[in-house]
Nanobody, 119 residues
Framework: VQLQACGGGLVQPGGSLRLSCAAS????????MAWYRQAPGKQRELVAS???????NYADSVKGRFTISRDDAENKSYLQMNSLKPEDTAVYFC??????????????WGQGTLVTVSS
């Protein structure tokens, strides 16, 4: 199983970006999906998560600006980021709890995609 994240880049303050995460491999089902971020010199933090049932959770710092969604048919998650601020600058990682066709379940991480918010 692999997670592939993409969509990062350089954006001006107030701008928007949409991150995508695609899961591939011997997937039976995906439970929770999430996005984390790690800024330079800081610990990795949870940005947003979404359950298999669609319940979402957001860090206080991104509420009202970021939206997490998922497409179970495509095994993908998305993070729509609006009204970006310089403090949103970080490497963003996608995460998913995946059950494989071999009846095991593990946490998987994407490789990270850099988001830089700067004028």
């Amino acid at each position: 199983v692999q997670l592939q994240a993409c969509g990062g880049g350089l954006v001006q303050p107030g701008g928007s970006l949409r991150l995508s995460c695609a899961a591939s491999g011997n997937i039976f089902s995906i439970n929770n999906m999430a996005w984390y971020r790690q800024a330079p010199g800081k610990q990795r933090e949870l940005v947003a998560s979404i359950t298999a049932g669609g319940t979402t959770n957001y860090a206080d710092s991104v509420k009202g600006r970021f939206t997490i969604s998922r497409d179970d048919a495509e095994n993908k998650s998305y993070l729509q980021m609006n009204s970006l601020k310089p403090e949103d600058t970080a490497v963003y990682f996608c995460n998913a709890e995946i059950a494989t066709i071999y009846f095991d379940s593990n946490d998987y991480w994407g490789q990270g995609t850099l988001v830089t918010v700067s004028s």
